[in-house]
């Protein structure tokens, strides 16, 4: 089956500064990637995602990319603010598999202010 | 819009007790996913129902069982309740196919005495 890794497993970073969360995958059908943040005791929230027959994606401050041949996608978002902090989750979805989508095990995302 | 809706938000069992769980999914929504998540990990896919039958499962055992009803409702029931059971269990639900943008709900926080 699936499977993806994430890092870093915390990522600090200064108030307006950038940040990049990586993912890996090794299921090379996989065909839809999304990401979500999960603030503490709530609900993961789907904020972007991508699919195979595209290299990158954007909405306002967040963008996506994919790289096919690497098996690797990436988180960016630009001009932190303080309630950007959260865990994000990568996770993969591989087309016609049996396992659901498959999620990494997160980025605690500290913005320091 | 009514988002995805679970309940309860906290349950108590002790070991070899049985639960359900329940989970409506978000109007317009035909698909629902189950997934456990334990304290600082991803989720892990549980199992997916659609047109009211098991379409995909995951790597968890017979003890875990689903249904869903014409209503696009689902429940989860957990047998012979395992102190590694306690967890949260999320609710996501969906439209169509399995790689389409799955929304979750606030989950049932399930502690094993």
């Known amino acids: 089956g699936e499977n993806v890794e994430q890092h870093p497993s915390t990522l600090s970073v200064q108030e307006g500064d950038s940040a990049v969360i990586k993912c890996t995958y090794s299921?090379?059908?996989?065909?839809?990637f999304p990401w979500y943040k999960q603030e503490l005791g709530k609900r993961p929230q789907l904020i972007i995602d991508?699919?195979?027959?595209?290299g990158e994606k954007k909405d306002q401050r967040i963008a996506v990319t994919l790289n096919k041949t690497a098996k690797h996608f990436s988180l960016h978002i630009t001009e932190t603010q303080p309630e950007d902090s959260a865990v994000y989750f990568c996770?993969?979805?591989?087309?016609?598999?049996?396992?659901?989508?498959?999620f990494g095990k997160g980025t605690h995302l500290i913005i320091q202010p | 819009d009514a988002g995805v809706t679970q309940s309860p938000t906290h349950l108590i069992k002790t070991r070899g007790q049985q639960v359900t769980l329940r989970c409506s999914p978000k109007s317009g929504h035909d698909t629902v996913s189950w997934y456990q998540q334990a304290l600082g990990q991803g989720p892990q896919f549980i199992f997916q129902y659609y047109e009211e039958e098991e379409r995909q499962r995951g790597n968890f055992p017979d003890r875990f069982s689903g249904h869903q009803f014409p209503n696009y409702s689902s429940e989860l029931n957990v047998n012979a309740l395992l102190l590694g059971d306690s967890a949260l269990y999320l609710c996501?639900?969906?439209?169509?196919?399995?790689?389409?943008?799955?929304?979750f709900g606030d989950g049932t926080r399930l502690s094993i005495l």
């Open positions: 996501a639900s969906s439209f169509g196919d399995s790689n389409q943008p799955q929304h």
């Open positions: 996770a993969g979805y591989s087309g016609g598999g049996a396992d659901g989508l498959t």
């Open positions: 299921d090379s059908a996989s065909n839809y």
């Open positions: 991508i699919r195979s027959n595209v």
